[in-house]
């Protein structure tokens, strides 16, 4: 577990290429004590038959792609969110206390698609500033389990418009940001209870788990400062490192939000989500 507070070439990098890998911030127990949580879940999910498998996509069904907000009634889960030197980490960087936004859960088992290049803060809309991801990898992660890519420097870019481009059997949405001339696409890989975090504003996606049996098992929580005036999303849901939740004031026109965005509730059953409390 890395001392806190960051050394200055770790803020550097965060400010600079907007993304940070911090190497074992959680230990097996505690990542097994969270997949353990997530097993209770599923289990009661596949019981009340919110989970059915289609044979078509036959592991893809059974493990959907994203569970999400389910911290707001387990304690477990909360506290592995909240865990003081993984917080330590990001109020280091930001300079103030983060707000938890949401939490998603991934299973991505093989065979499962990617994601195009997106920008979090696009749908979910903070203003001012942007969100912060604190993504947790469960399982080791590398391109052929379907690991996160980026595009470093352009979370300085702005929010952009998403196109629509030729659908591809490799990701789920057919609306993507196309990277920017003159800026790389980076593959990141990761060991067991490594933390990546990085801004709001970041092109980044994930790749097609093409192995024939690795899961790429990952916690992600997004964050805003404390300072957050307006967001879109869970406006009224906010959780400060303390467990206590707060709200700030709903942003009702952000800057960028596609009506058709694989992110809006409606298009739940296509992204394969469920929301705790709504599915």
Not at 59 to 85: C, G, W, Y
Not at 268 to 279: K, P, T
């Amino acid at each position: 577990m890395p001392d806190t507070p960051i050394a200055f070439q770790d803020r550097q990098q965060f400010d600079e290429q907007g993304y940070l890998i911090v190497k074992g911030v959680y230990s097996k127990r505690e990542l097994d004590e969270l997949h353990q949580e997530y097993v209770k879940i599923w289990t009661e999910l596949m019981a009340l038959g919110k989970i059915r498998q289609n044979r078509e996509r036959p592991l893809e069904s059974l493990f959907p792609n994203r569970l999400r907000d389910f911290h707001r009634d387990n304690p477990v889960i909360t506290a592995f969110m909240l865990k003081q030197e993984a917080i330590a980490i990001l109020e280091s960087l930001l300079g103030e206390e983060p707000l938890a936004i949401q939490s998603n859960y991934y299973f991505k088992p093989p065979g499962t698609k990617g994601l195009g290049f997106h920008q979090d803060n696009a749908h979910i809309g903070i203003e001012p500033d942007t969100s912060y991801a604190m993504w947790v990898s469960i399982d080791a992660t590398d391109g052929e389990n379907g690991s996160l890519f980026f595009v470093p420097g352009t979370h300085k870019l702005g929010l952009a418009p998403s196109e629509v481009v030729p659908g591809s059997s490799n990701a789920y949405s057919s609306e993507i940001l196309r990277k920017p001339d003159g800026y790389q696409r980076i593959q990141v890989e990761t060991e067991p209870g490594d933390v990546v975090l990085f801004n709001g504003n970041m092109y980044h996606g994930s790749s097609k788990n093409v192995s024939s049996y690795r899961y790429r098992r990952s916690f992600v929580t997004h964050f805003a400062r404390a300072s957050v005036e307006r967001i879109a999303l869970n406006y009224s849901h906010l959780v400060s490192k303390h467990g206590q939740r707060v709200r700030r004031r709903l942003n009702s026109r952000p800057k960028i939000i596609d009506e058709s965005s694989i992110f809006q509730y409606r298009d739940a059953a296509f992204y394969d989500q469920i929301i705790h409390g709504i599915f």
